[in-house]
């Protein structure tokens, strides 16, 4: 199974409105960050939050991390079409390895 | 800017044949990542690099290999392509700050291959 999970899998919303996507994960990290991807494309970093944060913004993102819930949560506020993407959150767990989810598809509608 | 290169965007080969994929970065990154990327999978980690020459087994290395002779680029090989390896391959870089712990990746652009 994946160390990191999103849900939901998939999210279908207004321009306008505020998307949240949450990810889970199973064993102790050292940093949680979320990329995205646009549809055929690599993924761009998003943002990055240490174990030892609990909140972090970046423009209309936000961030929070639970480490005794072992989860995290992805706030887009006021969501345009360009953020239709799919939106990954990847852990750290130490040493070289970042382990991705499967991801939520994000689509915003014009 | 960062720059992940990766060599093709499309590919198209044969059961059997021996396939590259190439990867190049412009930052002086000392750590390089492969992953493939399948519908409902995630990303998965096939092999990664923390210097020249050196390498390590990610979670899905059979079938793959990997080689490392320059700092900035790091090629994955599949040493005999099968219809199971069609997938988006995905490269990615990293820079080692003293700590390991805030080091963002970025990513190419990806590499689609078929195997028929």
């Known amino acids: 199974s994946q160390q990191g999970e999103e849900d939901p899998q998939a999210l279908s919303i207004q321009e306008g409105e505020n998307a949240t996507m949450n990810c889970s994960y199973k064993t102790s990290i050292n940093n949680l960050q979320w990329y995205r991807q646009n549809s055929g494309r690599g993924l761009v970093h998003l943002i990055l939050i240490r174990s030892n944060e609990r909140e972090k913004h970046s423009g209309r993102l936000r961030v929070t991390l639970d480490t005794s819930k072992k989860s995290s949560s992805l706030l887009i506020t006021a969501s345009r079409a360009a953020d239709t993407a799919s939106y990954f959150c990847?852990?750290?767990?130490?040493?070289?390895?970042?382990?991705f989810g499967a991801g939520t598809r994000l689509f915003v509608k014009a | 800017d960062v720059k992940v290169t990766q060599s093709s965007r499309y590919l198209v080969k044969r059961t059997g044949e021996k396939v590259f994929l190439e990867c190049v970065q412009d930052?002086?990154?000392?750590?390089m990542f492969w992953y493939r990327q399948d519908p409902g999978l995630g990303l998965r980690l096939i092999y990664f690099s923390y210097d020249v020459k050196m390498k390590e087994k990610g979670d899905i290395p059979e079938g793959y290999s990997v080689s490392r002779e320059k700092k900035e680029r790091f090629s994955l090989i599949l040493e005999s392509a099968s219809t199971n390896q069609t997938s988006m391959y995905l490269c990615?870089?990293?820079?080692?700050?003293?700590?390991?712990?805030?080091?963002?990746?970025?990513f190419g652009q990806g590499t689609r291959l078929t195997v028929v």
């Open positions: 990847a852990t750290r767990t130490g040493g070289f390895k970042t382990i």
């Open positions: 930052m002086d990154h000392e750590n």
């Open positions: 990615a870089s990293s820079s080692r700050t003293g700590g390991l712990l805030d080091t963002e990746a970025f």
